[in-house]
C-alpha cells in the first residue's frame, strides 16, 4: 500500500510552532487545532501505519514534526505538487537560457482550465497556493531573480477537462539585444499527472522495500516543489533531476526502462 | 588565427569520390573538379595553413579527405551549421518529451526571415542543404523516427534582419490522449549566433594551443550537425552537448565561466 | 435538384480559345479536348438540364462559354472555392485595418491538414490552383498591393480531418511605427464549409424558383473567388458581402433567420 | 479648442442623486461633494466654457447632469475610452461570428503592458472601470450572452510603452463541433490611440462648426462604450460604426478621405 494524495488545493498554510515537533502536532490533532490540515492528518496517518506517502498536490503537508515521524516509522516520503504542464516546460526552457547566456528579463504565464481542479483555485486561498509552488522554479534554476515572474491561474469553463497555458518569454541576448519566446500548451493535466503519480506510487514502493524513509530527493524530477532535506536546495532542472533518479535507480541495479510501464502507453 | 566560415549557404552537395583521399582531392582541386565548392576550398587552405576551422553554415566541407588532412596538419575542426534559432529549442524540447514518455507525432516547424540570408535559403537549391541539417536532430534525440516531421524556410521581407520561428508540436501520452504545443520565437539570428561563433573560435584556439587536431565532438553544444567520429553517433541533446563541453574544459583545468565572454554582454 | 461542386482541387488552369465560345467548347467535348476538365463537363451537364450549379472548389469551371450557356439555359450559378476557414478571416480582420488606416506591410499565412483534401493539395498543379484562389482577397479589399503576402499549405497526417492555420500580419500605423498580429486557427474545415454550402443550394434554389439565371454575384458571402459579371469587381468584404446577401432576401420579402437553418445547429 | 480627456483611469464610480441635475451637480461642486471626480470637472468647464470635449478614458463623466448641460451649452460630446487594441479586434471578430453563425462558447482575453497606464490599473478600482468597458461589447453585438467572457489586464514591466494581448476564442460551430481561434497581438497603444484621438477631436471641431450639441452618436468607432443617447443601444459593431460616421460625413457633402489625416502617416 502507497498512500497518495490528489485532493484539491488547501488554503495556503505556513509552518507554524504546532508543527514543529512531533510532541506539538500531537497535542494539536488531540485539540482539534486550526493549523493542522487534512493534508497533515493523512499524512500522520500514512506514518502509523507505516505507509509510504506522496503528496501530489500544493497543499503543505511535510513540516518538521511529520518530517521527523516518517523517519521514526521508516516511511519514504516524496512531493510536493506534481509537475506536468507549464512548470515542466518551465524547467525545461530555463536550463536551455542559461546554457545560452541568455537572460530572462520577464516571463507571464497564464494557465486556463475548467473543470472542478480550476473551480478550487479560482478561491483566492487556494490560487495563492498553488501560485507560490508555480513560481518558486525559476530563479533556483537561473541563478538569479527573475525581474518580472508572474503566474495567473483561471477557472474558464468551456475548456473542461483540457488545460490551456499561454507563455510569454523576455529574453536579452548579446549586446542587450531583446527577442520574445510564445509557449500555448493544449493539454490535458490528467494526463500528464497520472503516469507521474503511477511511477512516483510505483519508485515509492521499491524505496520501501529496499529500506530507505524519509524525503526521496531522487524523485525530485515529478514535483513542481520538490521535498529537500535541511540545508539542500531542491534541485528544479528537468535534466539533472533525471539524471539524479537514474543513479538512483541503477544503484538499485535495475534499468530505467523497468520502472516505467508509462512508455507502453505513450505508444512510443 | 582562427578560420570562420561564415558564408552563405551552398547548393546541397553529397560525398562524392573526389572528396574521399587527400590525392583525389588535391588533383581535383589541380583540374578545378567541379564538385569542390568554395567552403571545401577554405577548409583545405585553413588545413595547409595550420589554422583551426569552424564551419558555422550547413554547407558541406568537412568531406574525408579534408578530415584526414586536418588531422595530418594538427588542425582542430569544428561545425556544422550554428544551432540558434528553432533548432535549439528543438533540442531542448525533444529531450523533455523523451524523459515524460510523450510520443512526438509530429513536429511542424516554418521559418520566416527578410535579410540577405533569407534570400539565399528561397533558393531551393541552398534551402534544402539547410533543412536536411535542421531535419537530423529530432530522431536521434528521441530514439524513434517522428512520423511526420517538416521544417519549412520562406523568405519574408517585412521580418528584416529578425527571424520568427513558429512550431507545431503534436503529442501522444498516456492512453494514447493527444495534445498540442505551439511554440513561437521571435528571435535576431545575428544576436543568437555572434557569441556562439565566438565561443567556438575561442575554444577552437585553446584546443590548437592543447595540442588537438581533427575533430572537437565536444563542441557540439554549438551546432545542428555537429561533426562526431567515424562510428560514433551525433550528440544533439543540448544538455548532454553541455556536458560534454564541460567535461572537457574541467579537464583543461579551467572553469566554465572563464570560457565565457558572452555573460556579461547577455547582462546576466 | 441543385449540383454542388465539391470534387479535389484540379490542377491550375486558365481560359483557352476552346472555353470561349459555346460553339467552340462543343467541338472541344465531340473532339475530347485535353483542356475541358472535369469540373467544366459536369456545369455543362447542369447547364443542359436546367439544374443550378454552386462550385464550392477552386478548379476553373464558369468558363465564358458556360457563362453564357447558363444564361441560356436559365440555369443560376454560384461559386468559387467556399470561403471557411484563414480566408474567411482575411476577410474580416483586412476590411477593419482599412478602416483604421493600418498598412499591411506584410501578411504571411500557412496551412496545415491531414486529410485527402491536404494530400491533393500537396501535389503541385492543384496547390497553384488553390493559393491563386486565396491570394487574391487582400489586394481588393485593402485597395494596394501588399507588399509581402504570402500563402502555404501543407499535408500534415497528424492534423487528420482538423484544420489549423497560422497567420502572422505586419502592420505600420501612424507615424511609421510596427505593429504585428499573429492568429492561430485550430478549426474544422467540413464543419466550417458545410453549412455554407447549404446555404448556397438553398438559396441557388430560390434563385431558380424566381426566375434568375447566370452568375449571382450576391452569394459572394460563401466564396473565396465570388463570381463577378464583366467590368465588376468581386466584393471581398465580408461585411459588404453579407449587407448584398441581405438586401438581395429582403427584396424576395424574406427575412433572413428563415433562409439560415445553420442557427439552430450552431446552437446559436 | 477641443478638449480631449486623456488622463489615467479614475476608480470605478456609477451614476448617483448628485449627477442627475445640473442644479445637484452643482451644489455637489459647492460642496466639494466626493463623488464629483476630476474627469467630470473637466467636462463642466468644457461645458461651461462652449469647447467640444472627448472622453478618450474609461472614467465616468458623462452623467445626466452634464449631458443636459453639454445640451444646453452648444456643446458636442463623445467617449468614451478608445477603442485601439484588443477590443478594436474583437468588435471586428465578433461581427463575423454572427455573419457565420459560430456560436462564441467562451472569450478569454488577457494583456500585458509596462508603462504608467499599465501601474495604474493594477490598481483594483482602476483596474475594475477598464474591464467593465473592456466587457461590454460582445454581447451586444452578439445578441446573447457569452457564457464565459473574461478580460485580465496586467502590468508587465518588460513590455515597456508596448501592449500585447492574447485571446483564446471558442467557437461552437455546425453540429455542435467545438472550434478555437488564438489571438496575439504585439501592439503600441499610444500609435493606436493617437490617430484615433486626433480624427475625433477634428471632428468634434467640424461638428460644433456646423451647430451641433450633446451626444455624437456617429463618433462611435473611436470608442469601447460609444455614449448613445437615451433608449437607444450602443452599436459596437465596427463596420457598422463606420457606416454611421461615413455617412454623417456624406450628409456634411465631404469625402471621408478628407477628414483623415492618417492615411498619409500610416504610408497607406
Redesign the interface.
Known sequence: VVMLNLTSTEKYAKVAPVHETIEAFEAGLDSDHELISPAMKYLYAACKLGIPHCNFTPSLSKVPALEKLAEKCGVPLCGEDGKTGQT??KT??A??FA?????V??W?S?N?LGNNDGKVLDDPESNKTKIVSKQSVLDDILG?KV??H?V?I?Y????GDQK?A?D?I?L??????R??????????DS??A???ALDAVRLLDLAKRVGESGIQREFS?FFKSPYHTNGERPEHD??KQ?SMLQAWIDKLGRKSREV?P??K????
Open positions: 515542466l516546460l525545461v526552457l536550463p536551455s546554457v545560452r547566456q541568455l537572460a528579463e520577464g507571464y497564464t486556463i538569479y525581474p518580472d508572474q495567473h483561471h474558464y469553463r468551456p475548456r490551456e499561454w510569454n523576455d536579452v541576448g548579446f549586446i542587450g539585444e527577442m520574445q519566446l510564445k509557449v500555448n500548451f493544449l493539454c490535458k494526463i500528464l497520472a503516469p507521474v524530477l528537468l535534466f533525471n516505467s508509462i512508455r502507453a505513450a505508444g512510443a
